[in-house]
């Protein structure tokens, strides 16, 4: 029996990086149609897949959602700074960020700033109501810029591999 212990990120073989490449564009597209691409089997394909995911190289798979098509049309940007950079502090703050829906993506950064954030929401008057209960009310920020996103030039969620 094959070990389904994933190789480092650094043992990925060129069918596994093509592989990844086509499931990073459809996840949906068929072990078949992947192996004819890669020159693997089906099961092959499966096999690598599995590994991957078990590795944590595959993350998870999801639908991408046009956020307008939803009614969350404005992108904001806010850089958060904390009042301090304790582990107490960052430990609560990314607790908030990260169990806020709104926030899409969280970073915690080098620099003057502690967070960096990427919000979703249906209008301004959404995210005043919002950036109240995130950052002006909330005694763990000490100050926060916000960015309005005018045009999402480049979104992708694909990771050159």
């Given at each position: 029996m094959r070990s389904t212990t994933a190789?480092?990120?650094?043992?990925?073989?060129?069918q596994d990086r093509a592989i990844l490449r086509i499931l990073q564009r459809d996840?949906?597209?068929s072990q078949r149609a992947i192996g004819e691409a890669v020159n693997l089997?089906?099961?092959a394909v499966q096999r690598r897949i599995a590994r991957m995911e078990a590795a944590g190289i595959i993350r998870r798979n999801i639908a991408v959602i046009d956020p307008a098509s939803v009614g969350?049309?404005?992108?904001v940007v806010v850089e958060v700074q904390t009042v301090n950079d304790r582990s107490p502090v960052i430990a609560a703050a990314k607790r908030l960020f990260r169990e806020a829906p709104e926030v899409q993506q969280?970073?915690?950064?080098?620099?003057k700033a502690s967070f960096i954030?990427?919000?979703l929401v249906p209008d301004m008057a959404s995210y005043?109501?919002?950036?109240r209960r995130l950052f002006a009310d909330n005694e763990l920020v000490?100050?926060?810029q916000t960015l309005v996103v005018l045009d999402p030039v480049k979104v992708t969620l694909e990771v050159d591999v």
């Open positions: 190789r480092p990120p650094d043992q990925l073989d060129d996840n949906k597209t089997s089906a099961p969350q049309g404005v992108t969280c970073y915690l950064v080098t620099g954030l990427i919000l005043e109501v919002l950036s000490q100050s926060f």
